[in-house]
């Protein structure tokens, strides 16, 4: 199962640009532009910060442009909320946020099941995703009735194994003068995951790739859609700068290559046809 993995898109209803100056719509096409080529992807997931002004028309937006990109690939597609975004308005065009299943209720928090979706099932995977906004806040919290509400549904394994997807990490990365705002209590998650089937948890908001572990579940960090957070400043800034990115995972193996977009003249080559396939049988193992 290949998962498309997307963050941060901070899309505004209006149209006005991000507080860095970036036009968020503009990056957002960018990047699925970028990612037409990839044809092979069984659900594309969003964990957060869909819109940055918190109105039902940034909503839109992205329903409409990701799950355009979805459908062309019959993909389910799947929102979480983030520290951006706004309850009521997610809800109102979201639903639960999985839009491919019967859920649009009032309820954020939701699960995606084999039994749900044809697009699960045939590889027995569930997702489950929660609702870590806390209003007016940067960092993110998981409630002690989303805790127990995970438990039952982890009760009862899925056939391959359960994908968690929320907006706040639950890892930190180093940094000497700022810590981040992310997930208040990730040791209470990590209580309630601890003995299950949960293998893959995916995350946004740190606008940068980073890996971890909790417990014994692989934490994916994804980068962000409307910028990029560059650590190169060192430990006394926080630099961001132009560059959209998605992570596209392979939960057999939990691969998760990173997909840039590309500026004019960053292409220095490019092969393909008898060429690559000359290329790849010169550096096998066996020649």
Not at 10 to 28: C, I, K, M, Q, S
Not at 171 to 189: H, K, S
Not at 192 to 213: E, F, K, N, P
Not at 214 to 233: E, I, K
């Amino acid at each position: 199962m290949r998962v498309l993995h997307l963050s941060d898109t901070h899309l505004t209803g209006d149209g006005a640009p991000h507080r860095t100056g970036v036009d968020a719509a503009e990056a957002l096409t960018g990047l699925l532009a970028h990612l037409a080529p990839l044809r092979r992807i069984d659900l594309v997931v969003v964990t957060g910060d869909v819109a940055d002004d918190g109105s039902p028309g940034a909503y839109r937006l992205a329903r409409d442009r990701i799950g355009a990109f979805a459908a062309e690939r019959g993909a389910p597609l799947v929102f979480t909320t983030g520290n951006a975004d706004d309850r009521d308005a997610f809800t109102e065009v979201l639903g639960s946020g999985h839009l491919d299943a019967d859920l649009r209720d009032a309820a954020v928090d939701a699960v995606h099941t084999p039994e749900r979706a044809a697009a699960t099932a045939r590889d027995g995977v569930r997702l489950i995703t929660l609702d870590t906004l806390v209003p007016g806040k940067v960092h993110g919290r998981i409630s002690a009735a989303q805790l127990d509400w995970l438990r039952g549904l982890l009760a009862a394994p899925a056939p391959r194994g359960t994908v968690l997807a929320f907006h706040h990490p639950p890892i930190r990365f180093p940094n000497a003068v700022q810590e981040p705002p992310t997930l208040a209590n990730p040791g209470d998650l990590a209580d309630a995951i601890a003995g299950t089937d949960v293998r893959v948890i995916l995350c946004g908001h740190y606008h940068l790739q980073l890996a971890g572990r909790l417990g014994d579940a692989m934490v994916w960090t994804g980068p962000a859609v409307v910028n990029r957070r560059d650590l190169g400043c060192g430990d006394e800034a926080v630099r961001y700068v132009r560059g959209s990115a998605a992570t596209l995972i392979d939960l057999a193996d939990l691969a998760a290559p990173v997909f840039h977009t590309l500026q004019p003249g960053d292409a220095l080559r490019e092969i393909g046809g008898e060429e690559l396939q000359e290329a790849l049988r010169g550096s096998s193992p066996e020649d």
